[in-house]
């Protein structure tokens, strides 16, 4: 039996929840991640108005005020967004049970076999957008495909409110009927190599062989572009240790090298892992940060403690503490991820720290709300986000 998977992207998420929850936002430009004299922030989302302007995520924010000084500029909820982002992969679950969420805003549903129980698969999508609205009053962009790289790319396609499929074996055609900035994965950088080695479009690339790729670009980033113009249906989100871990990852538009920007990702996608441990009772000891850099090379690191992560700011400043272990300065990040893993349940007996200094009573208020939101979902309990200081 073929494959068949939905990758669901929410549109301009943060941006789109704060004009749906303030009417006078919609249709203009609404941007996430600092106000105007925040000296340290960056873009976290930009609406799509804004980014009519050039704004785009990751762009430091004074930056997108010079760009869009009329611009709605929000620090954020982020406790907030998560509790949305949950209610909609409560949502997702209903389709299949195999949800594999990527971060706080997409996610990969595996439909396989699903088209007795819900009809064809573009209809199923149909609906799956329309319960999301209902239920939250968001729209959602779905791409379906035998292939998981080229779902992706489709779930872009017709942003925002898109649906695009994409039959099994017409996944080279999609592909080659893309323009090169469509090809996911590959950043600025390696759109500039590509253009100054006359490879302007995908065909081109299609056009060489594989060792032309690997003699030129490398073995990964070969490999990558040989792979992917053909549609990478070997390309597998789906990690070996799903079952046993909880985990959020992101690619970015645009390659990451400033620190605030990238602590910034490290903080949404820790506050995505946290509040799905609460959902569903577990806890940890071990925490991975996963790098993945320009030139497509991969670098895990993972560490265990004596002491189970107590909240968002301590599992935040793990991973912050993990991913230092590892980056190599001024090298562009195209992928960052997190991971609880070797999860257990909260009943288990746990030696604790000696010295609490206040983690246990965080974890405590943080468990409190994310219970009361969801008994009273039509009540929002806001907690503030974590603002580095200045050094």
Same mark, same amino acid.
């Given at each position: 039996? %073929? ?10 998420? !943060?941006?789109?929840?704060? *004009? ?9 430009? #609404? ?8 000296? /340290? ?9 804004? /980014? ?16 869009? &000084?009329?611009?709605?500029? +929000? ?12 209610? +909609?992969?409560?949502? !997702?679950?209903?389709?299949? &049970? ?17 088209? /007795?129980?819900?009809? &064809? @698969? ?31 790319? %489709?779930?872009?396609? /017709? ?5 695009? !499929? ?12 893309? &323009? ?48 992917? #113009? ?84 301590? @599992? ?11 980056? *190599? ?8 991820? #997190? ?15 000696? @010295? ?18 969801? $008994? ?11 603002? $580095?200081?200045?050094?």
């Amino acid at each position: 039996m %073929a494959k068949v998977y939905f990758h669901v992207d929410l549109d301009a998420f !943060f941006a789109s929840v704060e *004009q749906k929850e303030h009417p006078e936002y919609k249709g203009k430009p #609404v941007i996430i991640g600092g106000i105007p004299g925040d000296r /340290r922030a960056v873009v976290s989302t930009a609406s799509y108005e804004a /980014r009519k302007y050039g704004v785009h995520s990751a762009m430091p924010l004074v930056q997108a005020v010079k760009l869009c &000084p009329n611009g709605i500029f +929000i620090r954020g909820n982020y406790h907030h967004y998560a509790e949305v982002s949950q209610q +909609i992969m409560n949502i !997702f679950h209903k389709y299949s &049970p195999e949800v594999l969420q990527m971060s706080i805003d997409e996610a990969f549903i595996d439909m396989s076999g699903t088209e /007795r129980l819900f009809g &064809p @698969f573009e209809k199923t999508a149909m609906k799956l957008k329309q319960e999301v609205f209902e239920k939250t009053g968001l729209t959602v962009s779905v791409g379906i495909s035998s292939s998981m790289y080229v779902a992706k790319i %489709a779930s872009g396609y /017709r942003k925002p409110d898109g649906l695009t !499929f994409i039959p099994e074996g017409d996944e080279e055609k999609f592909m080659l009927s893309l &323009p090169l900035e469509k090809l996911w994965g590959a950043g600025t950088k390696t759109q500039e190599r590509l253009k100054k080695c006359g490879l302007k479009t995908i065909q081109s690339i299609y056009e060489k062989s594989l060792n032309y790729l690997i003699a030129i670009f490398g073995e990964n980033t070969g490999t990558f572009l040989y792979e992917s #113009v053909r549609g990478n249906k070997a390309m597998n989100f789906y990690r070996e240790v799903k079952n046993h871990s909880i985990s959020a990852e992101t690619t970015f538009e645009f390659d990451l090298t400033d620190k605030d920007a990238i602590e910034s990702a490290l903080m949404e996608l820790s506050l995505s892992v946290i509040m799905r441990m609460h959902k569903e009772k577990v806890r940890t000891r071990t925490v991975a940060v996963k790098i993945r850099y320009e030139d497509f090379t991969t670098f895990t690191v993972q560490e265990t403690s004596e002491f189970p992560v107590a909240n968002a700011d301590d @599992f935040f400043e793990r991973c912050k503490r993990l991913f230092y272990k590892k980056y *190599q300065d001024a090298r562009g990040i195209r992928l960052l991820g #997190v991971s609880a893993d070797n999860v257990e349940k909260k009943d288990v007996p746990v030696q604790k720290e000696l @010295f609490d200094f206040g983690n246990e009573k965080k974890s405590k208020v943080e468990e409190a709300i994310f219970n009361f939101e969801n $008994k009273h979902p039509e009540l929002k309990i806001r907690k503030a986000r974590l603002i $580095k200081k200045s050094k």
